[in-house]
């Protein structure tokens, strides 16, 4: 997105309906805010945390209801933002989650005729040319479209193979809708940088601006279009996941035609039980293909809440799972370059190992912590939070005394506190892809322990990676080689030059000292040439087993010369 774009974005037109928008989210948000600092930063500070922790519960769900009211009366970005909070049953308290659940269902549809006038202003036809049919129902609204069920006229099914479709059309006005948005969030963006709690962590100006470019991005139907055959080229032959074709005939920036692949509802509990689908199977696949996204695709869907998965029944499956997963609103997705995927892969296996100093080395790999930053404190918190919470699932979290958390928020909270943390480029869709997912599979399952699906998945991130493991060690064994090959070379030009004079020599021993570290390096040379072969030998034995078994055998050479000798030389 270029600045201009950008700048245009942060000032819409000014009408009365804007600015009336404009002032009422800034106010909302400053009120908060305020309050939240004088409950759980002032009072504290003064004695008074008692009346914090005392009127909290009441404060989170006055909170939640007022900015339920809100989402609902202005739409636009401020559902996304909901739906967002909605889905956090890991860290939110029930009084934010339950209140705001409805958001999910909750937007006002568009009355049909707005709907029909976008629409055949965007294809150039009327939607009866268009269509042989099409519900003027909506199946679904949502925060910058809704969808219509439709049928393909007989010369466009025959052409794409499909009948039955859904029609979305975007709200009319949402463009004006989401600058509007942007702009106040841009606002609130640059209060919390003056605020040193949150600016010394985070470049809140810079989330805003990662956040405007996706919003952005999902208004544009077809980039969502081309969102979405990516996604099904990346789990082509996998039957996990199923994705609804495009009908790019009838596709625009504003309108996008899709397959109509409708089914049960993610988060449905009761209508998964009555296909015969059982709950808490759905959350441990569901978490396993999105953990393929984010550690191995690299492309993954960054708005997975409830509404956006389906599970979708298979009665003609004669092995193998009887139902798949089915994405949809393919319009907010995120890429992980492949340093960062790197780093998320090492953050994975240190989890599941509960490595503690292995966990901190994989977050500054992926640049969440400066690498001026000194963490020993950090690792020594990292370890005794596995050494006690490690393998807990979110259910058993809710049940542990809360006066644990406050004993080691107390001994680590000014640790974690004090570190340069940032977020890098694209790190916010991450978070929110595993909060949502997180949020998900304990909707499914309320004793889902993630931990039972992140071992496995780190097993085989371990299994895939020792290729890499191997080339690793050679490479380095090649660099050693090639420092220990050198080496002697320069102890030799050393005693040459002792010879001719050109270094005096001012103890008797120096001689016999350089031979000494001349004979160590030839036997370094030797361990290395060994270990070369072995590394080698094992390689080749997978495909010609015969030959790797002479190269094995043939290490013994090295090996011997490198026992034996320094002992001579001794």
Same mark, same amino acid.
């Given at each position: 997105?270029?600045?201009?774009?950008?700048?245009?974005?942060?000032?819409?037109?000014?009408?009365?309906?804007?600015?009336?928008?404009?002032?009422?989210?800034?106010?909302?948000?400053?009120?908060?805010?305020?309050?939240?600092?004088?409950?759980?930063?002032?009072?504290?500070?003064?004695?008074?945390?008692?009346?914090?922790?005392?009127?909290?519960?009441?404060?989170?769900?006055?909170?939640?209801?007022?900015?339920?009211?809100?989402?609902?009366?202005?739409?636009?970005?401020?559902?996304?933002?909901?739906?967002?909070?909605?889905?956090?049953?890991?860290?939110?308290?029930?009084?934010?989650?339950?209140?705001?659940?409805?958001?999910?269902?909750?937007?006002?549809?568009?009355?049909?005729?707005?709907?029909?006038?976008?629409?055949?202003?965007?294809?150039?036809?009327?939607?009866?040319? $268009?269509?042989?049919?099409? /519900? &003027?129902?909506?199946?679904? =609204? %949502?925060?910058?479209?809704? +969808?219509?069920? !439709?049928?393909?006229?007989?010369?466009?099914?025959?052409?794409?193979?499909?009948?039955?479709?859904?029609?979305?059309?975007?709200?009319?006005?949402?463009?004006?809708?989401?600058?509007?948005?942007?702009?106040?969030?841009?606002?609130?963006?640059?209060?919390?940088?003056?605020?040193?709690?949150?600016?010394?962590?985070?470049?809140?100006?810079?989330?805003?601006?990662?956040?405007?470019?996706?919003?952005?991005?999902?208004?544009?139907?077809?980039?969502?279009?081309?969102?979405?055959?990516?996604?099904?080229?990346?789990?082509?032959?996998?039957?996990?996941?199923?994705?609804?074709?495009?009908?790019?005939?009838?596709?625009?920036?504003?309108?996008?035609?899709?397959?109509?692949?409708? $089914?049960?509802?993610?988060? /449905? &509990?009761?209508?998964?039980? =009555? %296909?015969?689908?059982?709950? +808490?199977?759905? !959350?441990?696949?569901?978490?396993?293909?999105?953990?393929?996204?984010?550690?191995?695709?690299?492309?993954?869907?960054?708005?997975?809440?409830?509404?956006?998965?389906?599970?979708?029944?298979?009665?003609?499956?004669?092995?193998?799972?009887?139902?798949?997963?089915?994405?949809?609103?393919?319009?907010?997705?995120?890429?992980?370059?492949?340093?960062?995927?790197?780093?998320?892969?090492?953050?994975?296996?240190?989890?599941?190992?509960?490595?503690?100093?292995?966990?901190?080395?994989?977050?500054?790999?992926?640049?969440?912590?400066?690498?001026?930053?000194?963490?020993?404190?950090?690792?020594?918190?990292?370890?005794?939070?596995?050494?006690?919470?490690?393998?807990?699932?979110?259910?058993?979290?809710?049940?542990? /005394?809360?006066?644990?958390?406050?004993?080691?928020?107390?001994?680590?909270?000014?640790?974690?506190?004090?570190?340069?943390?940032?977020?890098?480029?694209?790190?916010?869709?991450?978070?929110?892809?595993?909060?949502?997912?997180?949020?998900?599979?304990?909707?499914?399952?309320?004793?889902?322990?993630?931990?039972?699906?992140?071992?496995?998945?780190?097993?085989?991130?371990?299994?895939?990676?020792?290729?890499?493991?191997?080339?690793?060690?050679?490479?380095?064994?090649?660099?050693?080689?090639?420092?220990?090959?050198?080496?002697?070379?320069?102890?030799?030009?050393?005693?040459?030059?002792?010879?001719?004079?050109?270094?005096?020599?001012?103890?008797?021993?120096?001689?016999?000292?350089?031979?000494?570290?001349?004979?160590?390096?030839?036997?370094?040379?030797?361990?290395?040439?060994?270990?070369?072969?072995?590394?080698?030998?094992?390689?080749?034995?997978?495909?010609?087993?015969?030959?790797?078994?002479?190269?094995?055998?043939?290490?013994?050479?090295?090996?011997?010369?490198?026992?034996?000798?320094?002992?001579?030389?001794?």
């Amino acid at each position: 997105m270029t600045s201009e774009s950008g700048v245009a974005a942060a000032r819409p037109a000014v009408t009365p309906a804007t600015r009336a928008r404009y002032r009422r989210i800034l106010r909302f948000a400053g009120w908060n805010l305020a309050v939240t600092w004088w409950y759980e930063l002032f009072l504290p500070r003064i004695g008074l945390a008692g009346v914090a922790a005392r009127t909290r519960s009441r404060r989170m769900r006055r909170f939640a209801q007022r900015f339920h009211v809100l989402a609902v009366d202005l739409g636009g970005l401020m559902i996304k933002v909901g739906q967002f909070m909605s889905s956090r049953l890991d860290v939110l308290p029930p009084e934010i989650t339950s209140e705001l659940a409805g958001l999910q269902d909750e937007v006002p549809a568009v009355p049909f005729p707005a709907i029909r006038a976008l629409a055949e202003s965007e294809l150039g036809v009327p939607l009866e040319q $268009a269509f042989a049919s099409i /519900d &003027a129902v909506p199946v679904a =609204a %949502a925060s910058l479209g809704q +969808a219509h069920r !439709a049928t393909l006229t007989a010369q466009t099914a025959e052409h794409t193979g499909l009948v039955g479709v859904v029609l979305k059309v975007q709200r009319p006005g949402i463009d004006a809708i989401v600058d509007v948005d942007l702009a106040a969030l841009r606002r609130v963006g640059r209060w919390l940088s003056h605020v040193r709690l949150v600016s010394d962590r985070v470049d809140a100006p810079a989330l805003v601006e990662e956040f405007a470019r996706t919003s952005l991005e999902e208004i544009d139907y077809l980039h969502e279009a081309a969102n979405s055959e990516r996604f099904a080229e990346e789990f082509v032959g996998d039957e996990r996941v199923a994705v609804p074709s495009v009908v790019w005939e009838r596709t625009t920036r504003r309108v996008l035609t899709l397959q109509d692949v409708t $089914a049960i509802k993610i988060t /449905d &509990a009761d209508a998964l039980r =009555a %296909a015969g689908i059982d709950p +808490a199977e759905v !959350a441990p696949v569901f978490a396993e293909v999105m953990f393929d996204q984010l550690f191995s695709n690299g492309f993954f869907h960054a708005d997975p809440h409830p509404g956006n998965i389906f599970v979708t029944p298979r009665p003609d499956a004669t092995e193998g799972r009887p139902w798949h997963l089915t994405f949809v609103d393919f319009g907010m997705m995120g890429e992980v370059p492949p340093g960062t995927r790197s780093g998320l892969r090492k953050l994975l296996i240190a989890a599941a190992s509960r490595d503690g100093k292995g966990l901190v080395d994989a977050i500054r790999d992926i640049g969440v912590l400066l690498p001026s930053a000194d963490t020993a404190e950090l690792e020594r918190a990292m370890t005794h939070l596995f050494g006690r919470f490690g393998g807990m699932g979110f259910a058993e979290l809710r049940e542990v /005394d809360p006066r644990e958390f406050r004993e080691f928020a107390t001994e680590f909270g000014d640790v974690v506190r004090s570190l340069p943390f940032q977020l890098p480029e694209n790190f916010l869709l991450i978070i929110r892809a595993m909060s949502l997912t997180s949020g998900v599979c304990s909707a499914l399952d309320p004793s889902f322990n993630l931990w039972d699906s992140v071992e496995p998945y780190a097993a085989q991130l371990i299994r895939d990676e020792r290729g890499n493991v191997i080339q690793d060690v050679a490479q380095q064994a090649l660099e050693i080689a090639g420092l220990a090959v050198r080496l002697p070379k320069r102890l030799d030009a050393l005693v040459t030059r002792v010879e001719d004079g050109s270094v005096a020599v001012t103890s008797p021993r120096l001689e016999q000292r350089v031979g000494r570290l001349e004979r160590t390096a030839r036997r370094l040379v030797a361990a290395v040439v060994f270990g070369g072969a072995i590394i080698a030998g094992a390689i080749v034995h997978t495909g010609d087993a015969v030959l790797g078994s002479v190269i094995m055998i043939a290490s013994v050479i090295p090996l011997g010369f490198a026992v034996f000798a320094g002992r001579r030389g001794s």
